[in-house]
């Protein structure tokens, strides 16, 4: 009998065993932020420049992680005064389960779909609907990747966007719906576009459009951003015209290859000169051993 009993052990623990390795797991924060290795703190300063090249503002961004690569709190800092405080409660795996806003609290939910992808519902606690509660629904396919998110406020919905990957599991499109009618909140398919293009070289570009604009991102084979250009549309045939064109450089990595420093500059496009500086980044960081 108790030969069978401790059988009967065994398959139980090969049973659990099987069945969290086999959990999907989201994208941790690490890969979200494209960051390299096990980062557990990382300090982040804007530097904010007006037309004139004065310093406008400051902005620091304090952002902890967990060694699963979940963020467990983030603080931000504007011209040295407190501007905001995430405090999140981790589970055992280190996914969230709570977050503290100060002022709004949300619990966290995680269950496995029909067809095997991973559904997390985030809730917002002690609110009643005259307050606009909010609750979002997001959908993880099986390598862990955001493929659909909707947000809804007193439960009608405000937010429904789709995330469409490549073979090669890269983002190439994301289709966001936005709101078209204020009096019943109905929302208009495609309404906000993201685009990425990927070039055999590593560069890619990532394109946001809307009815009157349109915003581009360069980026090199390592994730620098190296040009940012938005623009407006005028006329009934959209033609576009560029209000700020932004051009990157001083850029550098640490020993991880993680990005530490980056100016940008405003650029004058139809003079093909410079500005003015724009904003300067400094990223410092903290690595677990």
Do not use: C
């Not at 439960?155 to 073979?167: A, G, H, P, R, S």
């Not at 983002?171 to 398919?189: G, M, Q």
Request: net charge positive.
């Amino acid at each position: 009998m108790k030969k069978y009993f401790i059988l009967f052990t065994l398959m139980l623990l090969v049973f659990n065993y099987s069945y969290s390795v086999s959990k999907i797991m989201p994208e941790n924060d690490w890969k979200v932020k494209n960051l390299k290795g096990k980062v557990k703190t990382m300090i982040k300063t804007e530097y904010e420049y007006d037309s004139s090249g004065e310093l406008e503002k400051t902005w620091v961004t304090e952002t902890y992680f967990n060694q699963q690569g979940y963020i467990t709190n983030e603080i931000q800092y504007v011209d040295n005064r407190l501007n905001q405080s995430i405090i999140y409660k981790n589970n055992s795996d280190g996914l969230p389960i709570k977050k503290d806003e100060v002022s709004r609290v949300y619990s966290y939910k995680y269950e496995e779909t029909k067809d095997g992808n991973l559904l997390v519902t985030i809730k917002e606690e002690n609110v009643d609907n005259e307050n606009f509660p909010l609750l979002e629904k997001i959908t993880y396919n099986k390598n862990g990747k955001k493929v659909h998110h909707l947000v809804y406020s007193r439960k009608e919905l405000i937010v429904d966007d789709m995330y469409i990957y490549n073979e090669k599991g890269n983002l190439i499109e994301i289709k966001k719906a936005v709101s078209t009618d204020v009096k019943d909140n109905r929302l208009r398919k495609n309404g906000i576009k993201i685009t990425y293009n990927y070039k055999a070289n590593g560069d890619y570009e990532k394109t946001t459009e809307v009815a009157t604009a349109k915003w581009t991102y360069l980026y090199d084979k390592n994730g620098n951003e190296q040009e940012y250009i938005s623009m407006i549309k005028t006329g009934s045939e959209g033609k576009t015209k560029i209000s700020i064109y932004l051009k990157f450089k001083d850029i550098t990595r640490d020993e991880h290859g993680n990005l530490t420093r980056s100016t940008s500059v405003r650029y004058d496009y139809s003079k093909k000169k410079e500005k003015g500086i724009y904003k300067r980044l400094e990223n410092k960081y903290e690595y677990y051993d």
